[in-house]
Structures are given as C-alpha cells and as structure tokens.
C-alpha cells in the first residue's frame, strides 16, 4: 500500500512558477514509476508527465513540455514537478500517482497507465 500525498500549489500569476511536491509512504517507493495528472473544472482529468523508478525517463503531455519538469527523489520518497512559465489554462487540481513499474515505460503506458495509487491533489491556479 503506498499513500501519496500532494503540497506545494496556489495561486499565481500567469507566467509565474511553482514547484509541486508528491510525498509517498512506504519503503518501496523505487518500485514504482511516478505520475502527475490535473483536472480543470469540467474537463477530464489528464496526463501532464511521468518519470520512471530510476528518474532516467521522463515523459511529458505536448502542452507542458519545455516548461514543466519532473524529477524525483528516492531517498526522499519524494516526486516533484517543476511548473514554469505558468498559463491560466494550467489551473486545475494536479494529482501524483504511483505504478509498480520497473524499467523504461513506453510513452503510452505513461499516459494511460494504469496507476495503482492516487493522492488527493492540490490546487493549482494561475491567474492572467
């Protein structure tokens, strides 16, 4: 069982940054390949990035990439994502999720899973 808890958002301006951060239970947190996902009111919730148990791999959703960043920490059983040059149609709930996966992961099963473990999320708004 792996718990996952999320911190780190607010209120920005657009163009602004902010770095959220995904804290995981347990002792087998390099097992499993990391994932962060948002919301917006409304609207379905999405891929944003991924990173692999090692943090060798990452993978980005297109309308994110070159201005977010995923990294990890496994000492510190810790995922975090690196939000620059923030837009208001970033805002949204932003989730981590956790999948027992060892190796590389193929950019589809970044996107689409499935995760085994979800957080509760934390709100992120960016304001134009």
């Known amino acids: 069982q792996v718990q996952l808890v999320e911190s780190g958002g607010g209120l920005v301006q657009s163009g602004g940054s902010l770095r959220l951060s995904c804290a995981a239970s347990?002792?087998?947190?390099?097992?499993?390949?990391m994932g962060w996902f948002r919301q917006a009111p409304g609207k379905e919730r999405e891929f944003v990035a991924a990173?692999?148990?090692?943090?060798?791999?990452?993978y980005y959703a297109d309308y994110v990439k070159g201005r977010f960043t995923i990294s990890r920490e496994n000492a510190k059983n810790t995922v975090y994502l690196q939000m620059n040059s923030l837009r208001p149609e970033d805002t949204g709930r932003y989730y981590c999720?956790?999948?027992?996966?060892?190796?590389?992961?193929?950019?589809?099963?970044?996107?689409?899973?499935?995760?085994?473990?979800w957080g509760q999320g934390t709100q992120v708004t960016v304001a134009s």
């Open positions: 347990g002792r087998t947190f390099s097992s499993y390949a």
């Open positions: 999720a956790a999948r027992r996966a060892s190796g590389s992961m193929s950019y589809s099963g970044a996107k689409s899973g499935p995760y085994d473990y």
């Open positions: 990173i692999n148990w090692s943090g060798l791999y990452t």
